[in-house]
Each structure stands twice: as structure tokens, then as C-alpha cells.
């Protein structure tokens, strides 16, 4: 069955956690679906773990747009939702409008993601009025990586918490579908979570949210330039593939890869023929 918006509400409201993983390309989206993940988030984490940028400030619409068809062609059942990069909503509701549109028209996806409180309400509620969901997303908000200084935890003291509350309450207001916190106080995003009606997912805010979301690279052990405190490694799939890469070069090299069982068979006239072919000089 589908994931959709509702379902996500229906599971906050049954206490049945939320389980969301960031996506990029169309076989690992379908390997997720088939294991049964609930939501895809096509993440500007893409800038850094697909494209080897050093923040996702780079990410373009364009870089939205073709990783989040492949997503979606490999999404049966979850719910895809398609981040909105840096720029292409801060500056107007009107930008915001078209760019949601697009992810959703031509990306496939079945809502946007934004980051931002309060200073982005106008553009959430005029998102959501073109019957476009918006995912919103508060505390780490990587997009703001330069004004916050760096990849830190935030909302540790209580002015910036309280105010953190203030952005759940009007992003909830604005219109949005559910929440994402990263890296903020696990009590602070438990008690955040209980005070909404739309659910929270957290990366790094402990075990208190509706739900949960990890960037898949991390969780894989694929990618090693940072590994945050809250990622747990659930394989090590950086390894298995660095042998199987290992086994390909090893076996190559010795030449016991291809065997017969990898090769085409052709009759032995038919390389006589050639032959004779070549011989009288026709090729
Ligand atoms: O871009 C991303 O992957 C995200 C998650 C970290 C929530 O926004």
C-alpha cells in the first residue's frame, strides 16, 4: 500500500514510528521499498554523499530534479518526498510555488521538504495552497551551515529552544504535513513532538520523535568524509563492497574471470568461415 500523508498522521496517532532513509537513485530506492520503508527523502545530502560537495549549499534544482525521477521510478509504496534546494524557495513564495511544482511535476515526488521556521511560513502556507504537502525541517538546518557556524547541535539553551518551539508551532500552522528535527536535545524534541499534531522526524533528536530518518550512506558505512555522533551503522556495506571490488581486480587480473559460464558460444565453423573469409581477403 501507498504511503501517503495521511498515513503518517494515522501512525502518530497509533504511536506506530515512522520510518524514513534518504534515496538518490532508482536501485537503491527499490531495494528500500521492497524492504518496506514508509518515506524516501530524496535529500540535498545528495550535494555531499553522491556529488562530493562539502555542504548541499551547491544543489541545484536541476541536481533535484533528475535524482528524484530515479527515486520515484523505484518507489512502489513509500512516499517520496523531494528536498527543495538552497535558493529556490528563500527569496519569493512565488519561486517557492514553481519549484515545489516542478519536484512534484516532473520529479515525481509526492511532497517537498524545506528548511526554516517562522521566516518561511509565507512560503509553506502558499506551497500547501497549490495542494503541494510541505515537510518542513528545524534545528541543524544544513542550508544555514555558514550562519550557524558549522554542523552543531543546537537549541541547547533555553532561549533558542523556546524559540525552536515557536518555528514547530507556526510551520504547523503554516500548513505543514510533518517535521523534521536534526541534531537538537532528545528531551527537547520529545516534548516538541507531544505539543504538535503533525508528526516529527528526527535525525539526531533522539528516540522521543514520531520517526526516524538517517542518510543512508551513513547508516551503510558508505561514506567516511564525517560520521555525526547519532548514526548508528547498521552494516558495513562500505566493506563488502570493497572486496567485492577487490575480487574483481584479483580475478581479472589472474585471468579466471570470465569463465565459460560468463561467456557466449558461437560453433567452431562459424570462426572457420571467418577465417576463410579473411583469408581471401574479403574483410
Ligand atoms: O538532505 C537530507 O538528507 C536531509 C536529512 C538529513 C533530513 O535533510
Known amino acids: 500500500m501507498k504511503t501517503t500523508v495521511l498515513t503518517l498522521k494515522e501512525q502518530k496517532q497509533k504511536g506506530d514510528k515512522i520510518t524514513m532513509l534518504t534515496a538518490y537513485d532508482y536501485s537503491t530506492a527499490k531495494i528500500m521499498d521492497e524492504a518496506g520503508i514508509e518515506c524516501l527523502l530524496v535529500g540535498d545530502s545528495l550535494g555531499m554523499v553522491m ?80 495542494s503541494i ?88 558505512a558508505l561514506y567516511s568524509d564525517m560520521c555525526p555522533k547519532f548514526v548508528r551503522r547498521f552494516a558495513d556495506a562500505g566493506e563488502v563492497m570493497r572486496q567485492g571490488f577487490r575480487g574483481y581486480i584479483d580475478e581479472v587480473k589472474a585471468g579466471s574471470f570470465p569463465t565459460e559460464e560468463h561467456s557466449f558460444k558461437m560453433p567452431d565453423e562459424v570462426l572457420s568461415q571467418v577465417e576463410e573469409m579473411s583469408k581471401a581477403g574479403k574483410y
Open 51 to 130: 556529488l562530493g560537495y562539502d555542504s548541499t549549499i551547491p544543489v541545484t534544482m536541476a541536481d533535484m530534479l533528475h535524482h528524484t525521477k530515479a527515486v520515484a521510478r523505484g518507489a512502489k509504496n513509500a512516499l517520496v518526498v523531494a528536498d527543495m534546494p538552497f535558493m529556490s524557495y528563500q527569496v519569493s513564495a512565488e519561486d517557492a510555488v514553481r519549484n515545489a511544482g516542478r519536484l512534484m511535476q516532473e520529479g515525481g515526488a509526492q511532497a517537498v521538504k524545506l528548511e526554516g521556521g517562522r521566516e518561511v511560513c509565507g512560503q509553506i502556507s502558499a506551497i500547501t495552497r497549490a
Open 133 to 220: 504537502p510541505v515537510m518542513a525541517h528545524l534545528g541543524l538546518t544544513p542550508q544555514s551551515v555558514n550562519a550557524l557556524g558549522g554542523y552543531k547541535v543546537q537549541a541547547r539553551e533555553a532561549e533558542a529552544a523556546h524559540g525552536l518551539l515557536l518555528d514547530a508551532l507556526a510551520v504547523e500552522e503554516a500548513g505543514a504535513f510533518a517535521l523534521v528535527l536534526e541534531c537538537i536535545p532528545a528531551k527537547l524534541a520529545e516534548w516538541i513532538s507531544r505539543r504538535l499534531s503533525i508528526p516529527t522526524i528526527g535525525i539526531g533528536a533522539g528516540a522521543g520523535c514520531d520517526g526516524q530518518v538517517l542518510v543512508y550512506q551513513d547508516m551503510l
